[in-house]
Every structure is written in C-alpha cells, then in structure tokens.
C-alpha cells in the first residue's frame, strides 16, 4: 500500500489492495478500491497471490467481478479449504565486481522466518564460500528485516606493494640564502653550501619496496596485487655500488652534489691566490675555490659549484652548481656569470649574469640578469636599478631603479631559458623550411635531366644526396614543430609572477608579468606587483 499526499487535491493517495479470506463456507476476496491517483488492483495481482497460496478450483468470473467492483464486499470466490501457510522465502545478488553479496527477505504469509541453516543453504547455492559474516546472518534469522538489502559477505581487497624509495644520507636542498645580520648586513660566508665526503663513505641507501598482498573475492577466487617496484639508484659521476646493490658510495674524497637527478662527486680544485696570468683559464670537472680575486678576460668553467673569495672583475664564470662571490662582481660590461644553480654574491654591477635556480644580492646595478627561479635582493640596499631582469617566478626587492627614472626593464613570470628556446626552435624551423624548398628546387631540376637522360653519374650522386638532405630535413622540422607546440603550453601555463617592492620602485620602470605590461609613471611604494587578467596589478606588500 502506498500512501502519500495529492499535490493537486490536497488529499491522501492509497493504491488499492486486497484480502482472501478463508470462511467456513468458502474463500471470499475483498477488494479495497485505491484513493486519488493510487493504483487499482489487477487481477495478475489476484492470480499470482492466489498460486502462491496454492488456491484450488475458484472462480475466475467471481474474481473479475470482485475486482471490477472494488466495495469492500467480500466476494466467494472457492469452495472452503485450508489456509495453504508460506514461509520467508529470499533473494540473493552478487554485486558485479563479486566482491560484496546481499540478501532481501521476503515476508512469510501465514508460515515462519528462514531459520540460519537454511539461509546459509541458499548462500551457498549461490556459490558463495569467502567472507560471509555469520553475525549478521545469525542476527537476521533472530530479529528478521523484511524487504530490505543486506550485506552478508564481503570480500577481501587486494593490497598493492609500496614502491621501494631512496634515502638520502647528505643535504640535497641546500639553501643557499644568506644569513642577514641585526646591522643589517648580509653574511655571505656562512653558506654551508659544500659537503665533503671520503672514499667508500654512503650517500645513498634504497628502502626495498614491499610486496603485494592478494585478495579474494565472494566465489573464493584469489585476486592478484602488484609487488612494490624497486627504486632506482641515481648513479652519477664518481660513486659506486655497493656490493648487495643497496646503496652508493662515494668513490674518493670530495664534494658530494645532486645534480639533475643524480648524485656525484667532485674532487676540488683550489686557486690560493687570484686568476690571472699566474693561473691562466681554469676548466675543471669539479668544484672550484678561488681565495682570491678573478681578474678579467679570464674565464672559470667548472662541471659543479664556483666560490670566489675576492672580487670577479670582467671575467666569466661558469658553473654547473652554485656560484658563490664572497665580495661581489664589478663586471665592466663584459663579465659573465651562468650557473646551473643558484648564484649568491654582496653586490653585481655591469654584468650579464644566468641562473637556472635562484640569485640572492644586496645589490644588483645596470646588469643584465636572467634567472629560472626566484631574485631576492636583500641588506641595507636590496636594490635592482638599470639593465634588464628576466625572472622565472618572482622578484623580492627593496627599491627598484632611482630617483633619476634610470630605466629598469624587469619581466617575471615566464623562464627566460625556455623564452630563449622558443625563439630558437622558431629560428630553426626557419632554416629548415629554407633548406628544404632548396632540395626540392635541386630535386625537381636533376628529375627533369632525368627524363630526358641527361643525368651523369656526378648528378646522380647530387641526385641521391639532396633527396637525403630532405628527408632529413622534413625529419628534423617535425620534431621541431612538437617541441614547440610544448613549449607553447608551457609558456602559456606559466604565466604568472609578482613582485614584492619591500620600499619604493621609482618612474623609469617598465613590468612585464607574462603577457601584460605597465610602465610606472610615480613612486609605488611598499606593494605588490601581479598579474589580475590583462593588467598588472599593485596591491599591498605581502611576502
């Protein structure tokens, strides 16, 4: 029966039901006619309770009538007989996955409840043998709860292994950021940036993975799970494995280092005095310590990290670690500095300086600087006037340019590097382009000679080499044109920076946020510079 209120009438909607009734006299049916847009009794209703009841030799025509009539007034349908009594009768179902199973009980009419054994049977019939719980099965046969889906076995989830991992025995995020004093000065000394090892010392250790527990489901049937996968040692320059496999060890006394992915490590070369004429170009595979100063037109190359006590003057330094300057650079508009890491120093002046990670001064004048991560600018000046910035992600500053609105050209929010590929990738597919219209041009004539059999041995071999010369072309403009389809989602997705001016930046200025660019034209002071849509921004100060 189903009762509910009638939206449209305001009244109670019943579907219609029925009774049998066994009389001395006969069965009767009463039918019990529905109320607002209930359903009416039908006489499949009838018919299918009255096989269940196993009811013998009744009338249909009476049945109909009675139905037909639907007045509360009991109908004899059958001659007398006893009450046919059904007891609780079940379904079960099997979730598709085989991993949980339900069972809905009917009501009895007139008999008993399904006692536990008999539940389990049909369970069992099912071809249910894993994760039954019993509990609940005993529970239902004590206290039974009709019409209702109930869980009464589960099965057992697969566990997969955990991939073995690497434990690090050195520092791999070393910071290179300065310690600034209560004066306000910056200690550029205590960078803690080098780690010395000795021969056969550990760096690296691998945790095992684990193995994969299985599982089963309701049907019995185990349900394989995934071992852990090992984790692979970063074997770089200068370390071995050791014997069981397990870790690497440094192969002689050095300077451990994490470079792109693997760990090496560099012997030391140490200059006690100033590069110069005495020293010559230094190119060393690993670290290199200068005590001195590094006079210009020299050149320092080093496969790790650079540190100069003294002042670098028009030179260039380049390192594949960190560069650190002690003093700072006076580069005369020709010094150059590119690390693969990050680049630390007190001051830079007329310079050109790249750093893959970050670049932390307290100042840095009429330069030209590129930097993949973060420019902190810092000290009693934390200052950046003149010559352009180009910054990854963000620029943390004191003041920018000068009263004087000597012009400072900064852009943040995009890598220069990759803005610096993109520009090449273009230039070459270019070129390619060009060279290939001059195969083909060369191609077309010699085909032409060709058919007409004019074709020597010497421009059959022009022949063979220019179509070469396409094919390798047409090779090589393909793979260019997807790395710049790449490069363009990048650059697209990476558009974002700020800049943080603790003080002021003065008229002179020109932002560049990605895409959208401002020129100041009056002091800003302590705020933030962002990118909001197509326009930049200048919000409050917020480190």
Known sequence: MISQSDNNSGNRIHDGFFELLYQA????LKVHPPMGSGKKVTVNDVLNKMAKKQLRNFDRAAVELAIMKA??????????????????SMNTIVSPDKMKAYVIIMPPEGGRMLTFDEIMKQINESGITYGIKRDVITTL??????????LIAEGTEPVFGVNGKLQFLFDINKDAKPTIMEDGRVNFRELHLIENVTRGQVLVTSIPPTPGQPGKNILGIDIPALDGKPAVLPRGKNVEVSPDGQALLAAFDGLVDFIDGKVSVFSLYEVPADVDNSTGNIYFVGNVVVRGNVLSGFTIEAGGSVEVYGVVEGAIIKAGGSIILRRGMQGLGKGVLISEGDIVARYIE???????????AEAVMHSNVKCGNRLELSG???????????????????VIGSPMSTLTDIEVGVDPTLRERYKDVKDEIRTAETDIKKAEQVIELLKKLEQVGKLTPEKQEMLDRSIRTKTHYTSTLGELKEELMKLDEILEQESNGRILAQNIIYPGTKVAIGTVMMNVRENLQYCTLYKDGADVRVGPYNK
């Open 25 to 28: 006299d006969g069965v009767y």
């Open 71 to 88: 007045k509360q007034i009991p109908e004899r349908i059958a001659e007398s007989q006893e009450e046919v009594k059904i007891n609780a």
């Open 141 to 150: 046969a004590i206290n039974p709860a009709y019409n209702q889906q109930i």
């Open 350 to 360: 007329h310079s050109n300086i790249q750093a893959r990670g970050d670049i932390r």
């Open 380 to 398: 009693k000046k934390g200052l950046l006037v003149g010559g352009s910035a180009k910054i990854g992600k963000e620029l943390s500053v004191k």
